[in-house]
T-cell receptor
Framework: GAVVSQHPSRVICKSGTSVKIECRSL??????MFWYRQFPKKSLMLMAT?????????EQGVEKDKFLINHASLTLSTLTVTSAHPEDSSFYIC???????????FGQGTRLTVV | AQTVTQSQPEMSVQEAETVTLSCTYD???????LFWYKQPPSRQMILVIR??????QNATENRFSVNFQKAAKSFSLKISDSQLGDTAMYFC????????????FGTGTRLQVFP
């Protein structure tokens, strides 16, 4: 099956700093990637849909200036949490639509802790 | 907007028994995919089964099968011969085939398989 690699798996940063999370499709080209946030024992909340070469589409209530998404190539999308605060601490998951666009493949997730 | 609802926050089943997880969804679209994903303690999302809305036949993958009722907008997952390794969170998910690409998840059902 297709592989999606998400990095880092864990990150701790200081309040007020920015942190970047990478999502790579290793063996296929992904024109569309999704970014999710998951609170403990909760569902995956869609934050934004990232399309290669165009601006990301953000879900209602998600601050686009706070969560910067860049999808500059067919194999890489990045999520940058700017000026992080403790309330941004969460588990972030990316997924990429396969070439046939019938299935999404998931990264391993990133646990972000802002101290 | 599309919504996905899972009304069972927690379920339990004895090993080797059968369990059914419920999912309902709401959409005005006619062409879409439905999925069941499994999230074990590692938090890696794993695709269990996929159903295309245009197919009347229910999807089956080994011990996993679905009961897809399009008119009722219902999509339940049956796990036969439950195994200890089936213990996980199970998420029902919806994705449109055309137009907007969004993969939306239900609230999840925590399944515990007891020996």
């Amino acid at each position: 099956g297709a592989v999606v690699s998400q990095h880092p798996s864990r990150v701790i940063c200081k309040s007020g700093t920015s942190v970047k999370i990478e999502c790579r499709s290793l063996d296929f080209q992904a024109t569309t990637m999704f970014w999710y946030r998951q609170f403990p024992k909760k569902s995956l909340m869609l934050m934004a849909t990232s399309n290669e070469g165009s601006k990301a589409t953000y879900e209602q209530g998600v601050e686009k200036d706070k969560f910067l998404i860049n999808h500059a190539s067919l194999t890489l999308s990045t999520l940058t949490v700017t000026s992080a605060h403790p309330e941004d601490s969460s588990f972030y998951i990316c997924s990429a639509l396969g070439a046939l666009r019938t299935e999404a493949f998931f990264g391993q997730g990133t646990r972000l802790t802002v101290v | 907007a599309q919504t996905v609802t899972q009304s069972q926050p927690e379920m339990s089943v004895q090993e080797a028994e059968t369990v059914t997880l419920s999912c309902t969804y709401d959409t005005s679209e006619n062409n879409y995919y439905l999925f069941w994903y499994k999230q074990p303690p590692s938090r890696q999302m794993i695709l269990v089964i996929r159903q295309e809305a245009y197919k009347q036949q229910n999807a089956t993958e080994n011990r996993f099968s679905v009961n897809f009722q399009k008119a009722a907008k219902s999509f339940s997952l049956k796990i036969s011969d439950s195994q200890l390794g089936d213990t996980a969170m199970y998420f029902c998910a919806f994705m449109m085939i055309y137009n907007t690409d969004k993969l939306i998840f239900g609230t999840g059902t925590r399944l515990q398989v007891f020996p």
